[in-house]
């Protein structure tokens, strides 16, 4: 297959844009420069601020292209999405707890199980609405998760509004809910990209069985699949990539909607080559949109959340269109 | 040798009784057409014995043992189970698929997927995708994802139903030509039910009102109460012809 090695040159080239891309261009020359040791201020600006900011936007996009490919398949719905179902807006309430909140245990440990909680818990909500309501396909799922997505947002502002006190954490908060990807010390980055690689691991586990419940569930229970069990442990694993990708993050709109659609035009539905792919056009998505939100407008930076809105906004629509046609 | 077994099913939901106290000894081999009116429990009963849904009271036996104590693949192996709409979720290719029914068995016989793809034409249908492929074309690769492990019970509901003729025939003979294996089908057709299988089970409101051979049992009144109408029986040099009655 050809597009394996076009996927990863297209990743290697945007990690190249994003490096370059800043209030301040750098050329592939300044990159070479910097990569061979050279010290100066554009070779250390390079080395310390850009480089592991455009990687962890590139783990980040990976993630969410995983996370929307494992809710895809869990819904059997390509209009489910993190942000949309309301886990993404679960794992952003839990991180707001944790940045607002004085609680006794340190916030590096209580962010991502907070956010984790969040996500898994909302996801969980939006399941039992749907279920108790009757409405489990694809519309009514979707009503339960913006319903559920707009009461946590209200519950996240009522937070900040509430403990307002603490300027510069409100600061962080705000950023996290309009998306955007903090620039990690090298270590930090080390983490990201260990967490990247095991929620890949993760969801290849649930490849296969992806697949079988994509027959529907009536073939899955003949073909010998505990549904029942395996939505759970799938949510609760998709739970664990999005409260990463929101940990890192924050709120990126439609990157996990749109990844699956491409890497399914890429190389087709089933779920083993899917979630790779997804991880990798995910990736692409948000170092490019991250090196948009840098250098568009300089001095000053767009939220990256904002970016990904403007341009998956349509690509939404659209693809509501195309649905509601069929 | 398998067969299946009823023990005193019960299913009901929401107030409403689909299966009332019913008992039906299958098998281990031949064909069985299952028929009865709209709402008789037919659909229900074949989710039942292949353990898609569960009975409010009764067990299901396969072969020796209880279908509630089988493994989940090992179910899957034992029992074929072909629904009455197939639709999936994503637009998988016509290998894809029957590689996904493959996968289920962990003791494939060797060249299954082959020999499967053979028998039902589908190496020229290649890499088409589900949503290029006509009905006939789908009837046929949906039989060659259930049958590919080759269950000694395949359990059909109506799969047939939506085809024109030929492929309809095309698909009751795949299903009932196979000596050594279990075949219950739910049948429409009730001149294709007394054709074509060799045993007929007639179902109404939840439980067996009439059950034997096709050719004896092609004169049973009960089959006209089942239906609440009265059939005229026409001999065909090959089989028998049920017109439901206009006359007084």
């Known amino acids: 297959m050809r597009v394996w090695p076009l996927l990863i040159l297209a990743l290697l080239l945007s990690i190249l844009i994003g490096a370059a891309a800043g209030h301040d261009w750098m050329s592939p020359a300044d990159l070479l420069r910097a990569l061979a040791g050279d010290t100066d201020l554009r070779g250390r600006l390079l080395i310390d601020w850009r480089l592991p900011r455009v990687l962890a936007a590139a783990c980040v996009g990976g993630l969410l292209g995983l996370g929307g490919t494992v809710f895809q398949g869990v819904f059997r719905n390509p209009l489910a999405e993190p942000y949309l179902l309301g886990s993404a807006g679960g794992a952003a309430l839990g991180a707001t707890v944790a940045l607002l909140v004085p609680l006794a245990a340190p916030q590096s440990f209580v962010l991502p199980v907070l956010a984790f909680a969040g996500a898994w818990g909302a996801t969980m909500l939006v399941i039992g609405i749907s279920r108790v309501a009757g409405a489990v396909d694809a519309a009514g799922m979707l009503l339960a998760g913006v319903a559920v997505a707009a009461v946590l947002g209200a519950l996240r502002s009522f937070l900040m509004l509430a403990l307002s006190d603490e300027t510069a954490s409100l600061q962080i908060v705000l950023s996290w809910v309009l998306g955007g990807v903090q620039t990690p010390t090298w270590p930090i980055l080390g983490l990201l990209a260990a967490i990247s690689i095991a929620c890949l691991a993760l969801t290849l586990l649930l490849a296969r069985r992806l697949d079988v419940l994509g027959l529907g569930e009536t073939m899955a229970i003949a073909f010998g699949l505990n549904v029942n069990r395996f939505i759970a442990f799938a949510v609760l694993a998709g739970s664990v990539v999005v409260a990463a990708a929101v940990a890192f993050g924050g709120l990126v709109a439609f990157v996990g909607l749109a990844s699956p659609h491409i890497a399914r035009w890429l190389v087709g539905p089933l779920h083993r080559p899917l979630l790779p792919a997804s991880a990798l056009v995910g990736a692409i998505v948000v170092t490019l949109a991250d090196a948009i939100a840098r250098s568009a407008l300089p001095p000053a930076e767009i939220p990256l959340g904002l970016v990904t809105a403007i341009a998956g906004g349509p690509f939404f629509i659209l693809l509501l269109a195309r649905r509601l046609r069929a | ?248």
């Open chain 2, 1 to 248: 040798m398998t067969g299946i077994a009823a023990n005193n099913l019960s299913v009901r939901r929401n107030g409403a009784t689909l299966l009332d106290g019913l008992s039906l000894s299958l098998g281990p081999t031949g064909s069985v057409a299952i028929i009865g009116p709209n709402g008789a429990g037919k659909s229900t009963l074949l989710k039942v014995l292949t353990g898609i849904d569960r009975p409010t009271a009764g067990t299901v036996q396969v072969g020796e043992r209880d279908l509630a104590s089988l493994s989940n693949a090992q179910r899957a192996n034992t029992i074929g189970y072909l629904p009455q709409y197939f639709e999936p979720h994503w637009d998988l290719g016509v290998a894809e698929l029957v590689r996904l029914g493959a996968d289920r068995s962990d003791r494939l016989a060797a060249g299954a997927i082959e020999a499967v793809t053979e028998k039902f034409e589908l190496t020229e249908l290649g890499r088409r995708r589900w949503s290029t492929l006509s009905g006939g074309e789908r009837a046929r690769v949906l039989l060659a994802t259930v049958l590919v492990v080759n269950p000694p019970v395949l359990l059909a509901d109506e799969p047939a139903a939506s085809l024109d003729i030929r492929h309809r025939l095309d698909v009751i003979r795949a299903l009932t030509r196979r000596p050594d294996r279990l075949s219950v089908v739910v049948v429409h057709d009730l001149d294709l039910a007394f054709t074509f299988f060799e045993r007929v089970v007639v179902i109404d409101r939840g439980k067996v009102v009439a059950d034997g051979p096709a050719k004896s049992l092609i004169d049973d009144t009960r089959i006209d109460e089942a239906f609440s109408v009265r059939f005229d029986r026409l001999k065909t040099p090959d089989g028998w012809l049920l017109r439901a009655s206009t006359g007084p």
